[in-house]
């Protein structure tokens, strides 16, 4: 059974950086996809990118491209989720997802990580 | 981009009658359709996943129904646990463009 398990809050100034973990345990962690998902305060759930390690090609939502890296590293099952040139608008909290994988193509969530509340605030 | 919109924004229902919620597609993601529940400092959880595929561990009171850009999730005689918002979510393209609907939210009658 696999189990996401992110890192802690953040606070950050407006115009830094912010990087995000979400290790894995139990199953193959090359075999499957992640995604970060986001969750402003009291709004919907936002797609933001995602990565299949095993091809090591992430793919972004159009509105992050740019700002936002995701990746792998596999020898410790772990990924991660950095977003730079952060504005207030980026409090939120921040998920990581397993994606189920067919065909080479995304299709569901399952499980998701705790959440990562980031805060931006000057 | 494909713009998923659910119906209604809120849902009053009282405990152990039916609830129907419902998402609509802006073009079709045949059944390329999941849906998740979420609870208040939550993170969501998988529900129904292939339009009609109920994920593993999910009560059989919920059931998902729909193709192409109608979809529906019933949960009959809800519980007082149901009470959350839920969220449909199209995984149809590739490269991935995700979108999730803005959510249904089931509140107590």
């Known amino acids: 059974q696999v189990q996401l398990v992110q890192s802690g809050a953040e606070v950050k100034k407006p115009g830094s950086s912010v990087k995000v973990s979400c290790k894995a345990s139990g199953g193959t962690f090359s075999s499957y996809a992640i995604s970060w998902v986001r969750q402003a305060p009291g709004q919907g759930l936002e797609w933001m990118g995602g990565i299949i390690p095993i091809f090591g090609t992430a793919n972004y939502a159009q509105k992050f491209q740019g700002r936002v890296t995701i990746t792998t590293d596999e020898s410790t099952s772990t990924a991660y989720m950095e977003l730079s040139s952060l504005r207030s608008e980026d409090t939120a909290v921040y998920y990581c997802a397993r994606v189920v994988v067919v065909a080479a193509t995304y299709n569901w969530f399952d499980p998701w990580g705790q959440g990562t509340l980031v805060t931006v605030s000057s | 981009e494909i713009v998923m919109t659910q119906s209604p924004a809120t849902l009053s229902v009282s405990p152990g009658e039916r609830a129907t919620l419902s998402c609509r597609a802006s073009q079709s993601v045949s059944s390329n359709l999941a849906w998740y529940q979420q609870k208040p400092g939550q993170a969501p959880r998988l529900l129904i996943y292939g339009a009609s595929t109920r994920a593993t561990g999910i009560p059989a009171r919920f059931s998902g129904s729909g193709s192409g850009t109608e979809f529906t999730l019933t949960i009959s005689s809800l519980q007082s646990e149901d009470f959350a918002v839920y969220y449909c979510?199209?995984?149809?393209?590739?490269?991935?463009?995700?979108?999730f609907g803005q959510g249904t939210r089931l509140e107590i009658k």
């Open positions: 979510q199209q995984y149809n393209n590739w490269p991935p463009r995700i979108t």
